[in-house]
């Protein structure tokens, strides 16, 4: 029914964070050559006059003029966005639909969507991380969309779908997502004597055993770099930025850090476990010896200037640290991906965790606005060319878009192998973005000397279930 418009996009962002991650304001707007295509591309695409047929069924939807607004911090650039909904209000254009971009730092979320919610000005369609949305749900801000989700199920990945529903009903519509785990210098690995442990294919996501990271890497690193300002892995307390990095390491020994809804962090001795294990790593000089001061945004720096071997990434960060190489803005070496190792009970596995990207409705109160979102999902969900275009910022949550795309993104297929071995750092329990702010200063006491692990992390989750059960009392989604 319409016509397919091929926008060739890539990528012009990085974060060097993670869950609530701050951007790394230069890759951003560093000028690559995939930028510079991108937007000539899209220039390209809204000079043409798009063919779409409007939609065959437009009973049920409002008569125009009807604007709604878009808000999100999507690492997307703007003018993909910007050409996506062009392509809606051609498809539309009998109905006079139209869309209003609001792009924003994810910095600003919060004060955005506070203000908002006082002055009853909240956009019908919002595009976020699930971790931070879900919270809104809870609040009845976001709208059950269940029977728009059902209906694309089928060519959804499992763990994309079912992390972005709450008690049975799903809330978003994920685009795409990013898996969350190592990014190391291959160099400094050879340079060590530890070829055994990078793969051959530089596509291919190493997944290394625990009991080699402790005994063999950071030995091996530790000792290479002696009496250098450099260190092997990068790790932080300072804040929560990028602390899904920190909560892998937590679940290194196989522990869970939630269960049945709740913290469990102070009751499972594998996470104690972990955490002291982590403190050992640095007491023997394997990591940066400020981990107290060292904020998470603060170690993808390092490992782009070769200050580190291993550092926390993602998706965005490989795509923007090989940007930065191409460019000569850093210097060159050979960066690799890595899942986190695991020692679960005498087994051997890899984890990764997994932020899921997507799009939500929001309860503003203005029916026909409502539906208008409604139907952009609709229309986005049929609508290939677009879903390829939001895609690029992560991996696809599609696998028939990962698959339309793998010979442009052969890294899909790597991140696609790991698909089994994601987990949900969330624990999608109520409040989950307040309980983290207590998470580093239990880090901290420990590294600092004046609580164990075992007592730092049973506060942490006192602490954290005071947050959830207040949340849980007060979800609109738990309590209908």
């Known amino acids: ?27 951003t707007t560093a000028g690559t050559a995939a930028e510079t295509k991108t937007e000539a591309a899209v220039k390209e695409k809204a000079s043409e006059t798009a063919a779409e047929a409007a939609p065959e069924e437009e ?37 006079n639909y139209t869309v209003v971009l609001d792009k924003f730092a994810g910095s600003d979320r919060a004060t955005k969507l506070s203000l908002a919610k006082e002055s009853k000005t909240l956009p019908a369609l919002f595009l976020s991380a699930w971790f931070t949305t879900a919270d809104e749900v809870h609040q009845g801000n976001i709208l059950d969309i269940d029977e728009i989700a059902q209906t694309a199920k089928s060519d959804i990945y499992p763990s994309a779908y079912d992390a972005t529903c709450i008690n049975g009903k799903s809330y978003m519509i994920g685009l795409y997502q990013s898996y969350f785990g190592l990014l190391y210098n291959a160099d400094y690995f050879k340079a060590a004597g530890l070829e055994e442990f990078v ?6 996501i190493a997944a290394w055993k625990l009991s080699d990271f402790q ?37 290194m020994y196989g522990g869970q850090m939630w269960k049945d809804g709740r913290s469990n962090s102070g009751s499972d001795e594998n996470v104690i476990k972990a955490l002291d294990t982590m403190k050992a790593w640095t007491d023997a000089g394997y990591t940066n010896t400020d981990v107290v001061t060292k904020d998470g945004t603060e170690v993808m720096p390092d490992f782009q200037n070769q200050l580190c071997a291993i550092s926390h990434g993602q998706y965005t960060n490989y795509v923007a640290t090989k940007g930065k190489i191409d460019s000569g803005e850093i210097g060159k070496f050979d960066v690799r991906l890595a899942s986190v190792p695991v020692e ?36 986005l969900l049929q609508d290939k060319e677009s879903l390829k275009a939001i895609n690029t910022a992560g991996t696809p949550c599609f696998p028939s878009i990962a698959k339309a795309t793998e010979a442009e993104h052969p890294i899909y297929a790597s991140y696609e192998k790991m698909s089994g071995n994601l987990w949900d750092f969330t624990g999608n329990v109520p409040g989950f973005v307040e309980t983290r702010k207590d998470l580093f200063p239990a880090i901290q006491s420990v590294y600092s000397g004046e609580k164990t692990a075992a007592d730092a992390l049973a506060e942490y989750s006192e602490k954290a279930n005071r947050v959830i059960d207040e949340y849980a009392q007060n979800s609109l989604v738990l309590n209908p």
């Open 59 to 95: 009973s049920g939807l409002p008569e125009g003029p009807v604007e709604i607004q878009m808000w999100t911090d999507f690492n997307v650039s703007e003018e993909v966005l910007q050409g996506v909904i062009e392509r809606f209000e051609e498809a539309y254009k009998d109905l």
């Open 344 to 379: 679960d009970n005498g087994t051997d596995r890899n984890i990764m965790a997994s932020y899921i990207y997507g799009a939500c409705i929001m309860n503003n109160g203005k029916e026909d606005e409502i539906e208008v979102a409604k139907e952009f999902l609709r229309w």
């Open 1 to 27: 029914m319409r016509r397919s418009i091929s926008i060739i996009v890539a990528m012009s962002m990085v974060l060097s964070l993670c869950a609530c991650g701050k951007a790394d304001v230069k890759a």
């Open 215 to 251: 005994d063999k890497i950071l030995p091996a690193l530790g000792e290479q770099f002696k009496g250098t300002e450099k260190y092997p892995l990068g790790l932080f307390a300072a804040s929560v930025q990028a602390d899904t990095h920190m909560m892998n390491w937590l679940s």
């Open 199 to 204: 793969p051959e294919d530089e596509l291919e």
